[in-house]
């Protein structure tokens, strides 16, 4: 299945996410304890060097030095020390015995406990419920006999030295042996706590002269020397600083000695707390890739939805332009080209529509040429025939009595041949124009009206009427040819009306249009009288039947018109006659 751009970005945050948090446990596991004992020596080498500094500015008094040497003690949480160079191996072996004597003292006690020197110890580190962290040193025999491990909550009576190291006396009520050691010094606690860690197999370090602490490196920075230590199997670890100075005169050294010993228990701080550091910034990294995906994948599938749309030729949808980044200038890109293919589209739709045009007009053309030949090579067959033949009898001789009658049937036909051809003429270009019409608004009652005066002459010798009615309106229309297409159903209406009838012309009101009808009295119209009387040449009585007068083409004329101006038009039959009509 096809993956969206929002789950891709949201993965890909997120995983991101979770691999920086990955990384920075790991980093802070693995290095932040060498990170935070190198930040702490570089902070006291500062610190000294400052104190030369203002030392050698103040020229202070040695009951000031000494002042300022104990609030360099407080504030650094050090133990400092001024000594002559050539006692400086003493000076610095009684500091480190000081800061430590009650340590050895307990390891001491341990080691004289037990007069094996190969034997064999376990490291307990504990942490109470106030997450204060110990270790203690106990056998491996007592250990196997406690039946203890990690995990386990044990109830423990001891005496606890300068550096959180405690000689038990008494485990889960278990006298220890190391309580038959008389050199074991200081305040005695009694705790409930778990054991968070077990380190076995260990022997604890043969003492070489005083010293119990072993040197894990050696350096230099801006003229202070300085000397990492710690006990082993421990975390117990020490700094010691030296620099010289000039006092008095007289070359000194300044010791200072801290504990590095904070610091493990900052890590163990730290790790107990990963597991909440790691739920919340999984649910942090949640909530912000969430956010982060959403917010850019938005515009995005926005953007996307608008591309399709304008692929289906949709270009009413306009995208927001505010952005300054690369998705709005894509968005003013897409706008840009939605405008430019617009109006490429609506000018080749321009085109094709004039092509579509031109070509149907040459089709209109085309076949109003070959039904102008067709129509009237079959019309004018007759009245040339007859022309022909009353022409050749006057040729001839035949009839010389009746000259003047076949000179008068020879221009009757002539007559009957021009009208043909002006009528055929005007359907082809109805035909042509199509809907090319100038058209204005007409008073269509006023037209009516006047063209009904110029039938007069017409009516009187057939003895017909006009019923002339209704609601008359405007017409938009072309002012010719509307007038030659009503000219032409009145002259059908009076050719085919019975003797002594009246024509009914009206207009009817059907909602907002009119509808114009000219009804006459005559033989009722079949079926296919209705469709076939808009063709050329048809006639009621029988197709080119030459008893009933005219050229067959009044009506078509009138279709030709009527759809020019896109209008409806139809007949129907009454009781006694057939009614034409269109609308306007």
């Given at each position: 299945?096809?993956?969206?751009?929002?789950?891709?970005?949201?993965?890909?945050?997120?995983?991101?996410?979770?691999?920086?948090?990955?990384?920075?446990?790991?980093?802070?596991?693995?290095?932040?304890?060498?990170?935070?004992?190198?930040?702490?020596?570089?902070?006291?080498?500062?610190?000294?060097?400052?104190?030369?500094?203002?030392?050698?500015?103040?020229?202070?008094?040695?009951?000031?030095?000494?002042?300022?040497?104990?609030?360099?003690?407080?504030?650094?949480?050090?133990?400092?020390?001024?000594?002559?160079?050539?006692?400086?191996?003493?000076?610095?072996?009684?500091?480190?015995?000081?800061?430590?004597?009650?340590?050895?003292?307990?390891?001491?006690?341990?080691?004289?406990?037990?007069?094996?020197?190969?034997?064999?110890?376990?490291?307990?580190?504990?942490?109470?419920?106030?997450?204060?962290?110990?270790?203690?040193?106990?056998?491996?025999?007592?250990?196997?006999?406690?039946?203890?491990?990690?995990?386990?909550?044990?109830?423990?009576?001891?005496?606890?030295?300068?550096?959180?190291?405690?000689?038990?006396?008494?485990?889960?009520?278990?006298?220890?042996?190391?309580?038959?050691?008389?050199?074991?010094?200081?305040?005695?606690?009694?705790?409930?706590?778990?054991?968070?860690?077990?380190?076995?197999?260990?022997?604890?370090?043969?003492?070489?002269?005083?010293?119990?602490?072993?040197?894990?490196?050696?350096?230099?920075?801006?003229?202070?020397?300085?000397?990492?230590?710690?006990?082993?199997?421990?975390?117990?670890?020490?700094?010691?600083?030296?620099?010289?100075?000039?006092?008095?005169?007289?070359?000194?050294?300044?010791?200072?000695?801290?504990?590095?010993?904070?610091?493990?228990?900052?890590?163990?701080?730290?790790?107990?707390?990963?597991?909440?550091?790691?739920?919340?910034?999984?649910?942090?990294?949640?909530?912000?890739?969430?956010?982060?995906?959403?917010?850019?994948?938005?515009?995005?599938?926005?953007?996307?939805?608008?591309?399709?749309?304008?692929?289906?030729?949709?270009?009413?949808?306009?995208?927001?332009?505010?952005?300054?980044?690369?998705?709005?200038?894509?968005?003013?890109?897409?706008?840009?080209?939605?405008?430019?293919?617009?109006?490429?589209?609506?000018?080749?739709?321009?085109?094709?529509?004039?092509?579509?045009?031109?070509?149907?007009?040459?089709?209109?053309?085309?076949?109003?040429?070959?039904?102008?030949?067709?129509?009237?090579?079959?019309?004018?067959?007759?009245?040339?025939?007859?022309?022909?033949?009353?022409?050749?009898?006057?040729?001839?001789?035949?009839?010389?009595?009746?000259?003047?009658?076949?000179?008068?049937?020879?221009?009757?036909?002539?007559?009957?041949?021009?009208?043909?051809?002006?009528?055929?003429?005007?359907?082809?270009?109805?035909?042509?124009?199509?809907?090319?019409?100038?058209?204005?608004?007409?008073?269509?009652?006023?037209?009516?009206?006047?063209?009904?005066?110029?039938?007069?002459?017409?009516?009187?010798?057939?003895?017909?009427?006009?019923?002339?009615?209704?609601?008359?309106?405007?017409?938009?229309?072309?002012?010719?040819?509307?007038?030659?297409?009503?000219?032409?159903?009145?002259?059908?209406?009076?050719?085919?009306?019975?003797?002594?009838?009246?024509?009914?012309?009206?207009?009817?009101?059907?909602?907002?249009?009119?509808?114009?009808?000219?009804?006459?009295?005559?033989?009722?119209?079949?079926?296919?009288?209705?469709?076939?009387?808009?063709?050329?040449?048809?006639?009621?009585?029988?197709?080119?039947?030459?008893?009933?007068?005219?050229?067959?083409?009044?009506?078509?004329?009138?279709?030709?018109?009527?759809?020019?101006?896109?209008?409806?038009?139809?007949?129907?039959?009454?009781?006694?006659?057939?009614?034409?009509?269109?609308s306007y």
């Amino acid at each position: 299945m096809k993956k969206s751009i929002s789950y891709k970005l949201f993965s890909a945050i997120f995983v991101g996410f979770i691999l920086l948090i990955a990384v920075l446990v790991i980093a802070l596991n693995i290095y932040f304890s060498q990170y935070y004992e190198q930040a702490k020596i570089n902070q006291l080498i500062n610190a000294i060097n400052q104190f030369e500094v203002d030392y050698e500015l103040n020229n202070w008094s040695n009951d000031e030095l000494y002042r300022q040497l104990d609030l360099f003690s407080v504030n650094n949480n050090v133990t400092i020390s001024v000594a002559d160079e050539v006692n400086e191996e003493r000076e610095e072996r009684e500091e480190r015995e000081k800061e430590d004597k009650n340590t050895e003292e307990e390891i001491d006690g341990i080691e004289e406990s037990h007069n094996d020197e190969k034997a064999k110890y376990v490291l307990l580190t504990i942490v109470e419920s106030d997450n204060n962290y110990y270790d203690l040193f106990i056998t491996s025999e007592e250990y196997d006999n406690l039946n203890i491990q990690q995990g386990d909550w044990i109830d423990l009576e001891g005496v606890i030295g300068e550096n959180d190291v405690i000689t038990p006396i008494h485990m889960n009520s278990v006298v220890m042996d190391v309580n038959n050691n008389e050199n074991i010094k200081g305040d005695i606690i009694n705790i409930y706590a778990q054991i968070i860690s077990v380190k076995e197999n260990l022997t604890l370090p043969s003492k070489t002269g005083d010293e119990i602490f072993s040197i894990q490196e050696t350096g230099s920075k801006s003229d202070v020397i300085y000397t990492i230590s710690e006990i082993p199997h421990t975390d117990i670890r020490q700094v010691e600083l030296r620099r010289a100075i000039r006092i008095n005169g007289s070359d000194k050294y300044l010791y200072v000695l801290a504990s590095l010993q904070p610091i493990s228990e900052t890590v163990r701080v730290l790790t107990s707390f990963y597991p909440y550091m790691l739920l919340f910034s999984l649910i942090a990294s949640l909530i912000l890739a969430f956010i982060h995906s959403f917010w850019v994948s938005r515009p995005i599938i926005t953007i996307n939805n608008a591309a399709n749309k304008m692929a289906h030729l949709d270009f009413d949808i306009k995208l927001e332009e505010s952005r300054s980044d690369e998705l709005g200038q894509l968005s003013r890109s897409l706008n840009s080209m939605s405008k430019s293919l617009e109006r490429s589209i609506n000018e080749l739709t321009k085109a094709k529509d004039q092509l579509q045009e031109d070509y149907d007009l040459e089709v209109r053309r085309q076949k109003a040429q070959h039904e102008f030949v067709a129509n009237a090579s079959h019309e004018l067959k007759t009245p040339i025939g007859i022309i022909r033949g009353y022409a050749e009898g006057i040729r001839d001789g035949v009839g010389k009595d009746h000259t003047e009658e076949y000179v008068d049937a020879i221009v009757e036909e002539s007559k009957k041949m021009d009208d043909l051809v002006q009528s055929m003429l005007q359907i082809s270009k109805f035909d042509l124009l199509g809907n090319k019409l100038t058209k204005e608004d007409m008073d269509l009652e006023v037209m009516v009206f006047n063209l009904i005066q110029s039938f007069e002459h017409m009516l009187s010798d057939r003895g017909l009427l006009i019923d002339f009615s209704g609601e008359w309106g405007h017409i938009n229309c072309e002012e010719k040819m509307m007038k030659s297409a009503i000219q032409n159903l009145m002259s059908n209406a009076i050719k085919y009306a019975d003797d002594n009838s009246i024509i009914k012309i009206r207009s009817i009101m059907y909602d907002t249009q009119h509808k114009f009808e000219i009804e006459n009295c005559c033989e009722s119209f079949t079926e296919e009288d209705k469709v076939r009387v808009w063709e050329k040449f048809y006639k009621k009585d029988l197709s080119h039947n030459r008893e009933v007068d005219g050229t067959g083409l009044g009506l078509s004329i009138v279709k030709s018109i009527i759809e020019a101006h896109e209008l409806k038009y139809g007949v129907y039959n009454v009781n006694d006659g057939v009614v034409f009509w269109f609308s306007y």
